[in-house]
């Protein structure tokens, strides 16, 4: 099936708030997230207000297949900060289309490097891309406060 990326809009943001709240859940379910996590998560990180307030800096691009939002992308500087795939079209490509997109966005932008963090679940996605991990660190605060992420990056070179 054909996946189209396009920007983000104002529009997308009930789309997406489920994309990413659908990711949530499923990494909570991975990772063994306490129900007070997870309910952090989808209030904070997830729901429609929390998906508007995101940083007009970001660049965003969502993921459509045959008229359905399936995922999105935002991106700042050299760093993906937010890609979320609807569970249910893991392993169809859509992950590499947005990161491809993101790629792209911060080649463009004149970086030599791009940066992502992970909470581990997508580590092998990052690494099949060409990312390479580069350091293990806690979450500082949040939701997930005191749980490692991955951190990993891809030369752009």
């Known amino acids: 099936m054909n996946i189209e990326i396009r920007r983000m809009t104002d529009a997308d943001i009930p789309s997406v708030s489920d994309i990413v709240s659908a990711g949530h859940r499923f990494l909570a379910q991975k990772h063994g997230y306490s ?4 309910a952090a998560l989808l209030r904070d990180r ?4 929390a998906i508007a307030s995101w940083p007009s800096s970001w660049r965003r691009w969502i993921a459509e297949r045959q008229g359905n939002v399936v995922g ?11 890609l979320f795939v609807r569970p249910e079209n893991h392993r169809q490509g859509v992950g590499k289309k947005l990161f491809a997109t993101a790629e792209d966005a911060i080649r463009a932008a004149g970086h030599a490097a791009l ?6 679940y ?4 990052y690494q099949s891309m060409g990312a390479r991990v580069i350091d293990h660190h806690q979450c500082p605060d949040g939701p997930l406060r005191g749980r490692t992420l991955t951190r990993l990056k891809k030369s752009l070179a």
């Open 35 to 38: 129900d007070d996590q997870l």
């Open 46 to 49: 997830s729901s429609q207000s």
């Open 72 to 82: 999105v992308v935002a991106v700042e500087g050299n760093e993906i900060h937010q």
């Open 115 to 120: 940066a992502v963090n992970t909470t581990g």
């Open 122 to 125: 997508a580590t092998p996605f």
